[in-house]
């Protein structure tokens, strides 16, 4: 059965230092792995999507990389500030659906 | 663009009742899923739908039905609450496998 971890439950950092989620996952067959984030009361929105073939994607202060051989994968946050402070969620796909790790708690200080 | 909409967005229930929750997206997607958020528990999924006039059951189905009667539409359905029940419901919809669009909630309380 696959299984989402993601360490440490909950993280504070001050702003603008750079930080790295981390996200590790038991079986290596998987279709791709997503990032979600999600604010306090609301939705998850998709940060990042990377595909089994796929070794890392970027998109702006974001930057996420893939090791399926390994079972990780990490979420880099360059200068960080306090509007990242949320909830960081790793799911991996797997057939039609996509398992979840139990996310981050991420908390920027200003 | 509305996205993907869940209706209502707060409700109580008592143990027993019965109620629908309904997700609808704009965006023609395929597939179309439910979750549930728990404290300790991460998303787990529920029941899930790749195309219209199907259904298919997740991680946690016991206690709930879905239908998707039109492609636009998941309805997720409490045949009678019990207080396990109580939790934020997700919907989710995409274009292909691996949900990525996710409504905004719906937080059930069950007394």
């Known amino acids: 059965k696959q299984e989402v971890t993601q360490i440490p439950a909950a993280l504070s950092v001050p702003e603008g230092e750079n930080l790295v989620l981390n996200c590790s996952f038991t079986d290596s067959a998987i279709y791709n792995l997503q990032w979600f984030r999600q604010d306090p009361g609301k939705g998850l929105t998709s940060l990042l999507l990377i595909q089994s073939s796929q070794r890392e994607q970027t998109s702006g202060r974001l930057n996420a990389s893939l090791d399926k051989s390994s079972g990780r994968s990490t979420l880099y946050i360059a200068a960080s500030q306090p509007g990242d402070s949320a909830t960081y969620l790793c799911?991996?796909?797997?057939?039609?659906?996509?398992?979840f790790g139990k996310g981050t708690r991420l908390h920027i200080l200003p | 663009n509305a996205g993907v909409t869940q209706t209502p967005k707060f409700r109580v229930l008592k143990t027993g009742q019965s109620m629908t929750l309904l997700c609808a997206q704009d965006?023609?997607?395929?597939?179309m899923y439910w979750y549930r958020q728990d404290p300790g528990m991460g998303l787990r999924l529920i029941h899930y739908?790749?195309?219209?006039?199907?259904?298919a059951k997740g991680e946690v189905p016991d206690g709930y039905n879905v239908s998707r009667l039109k492609k636009q539409n998941f309805l997720l359905g409490l045949e009678s609450a019990a207080p396990s029940q109580t939790s934020v419901y997700f919907c989710a919809s995409s274009p292909r496998a691996q949900p990525q669009h996710f409504g905004d909630g719906t937080r059930l309380s069950i007394l």
């Open positions: 965006m023609n997607h395929e597939y």
């Open positions: 739908s790749v195309g219209e006039g199907t259904t």
């Open positions: 799911a991996v796909g797997v057939d039609d659906k996509i398992i």
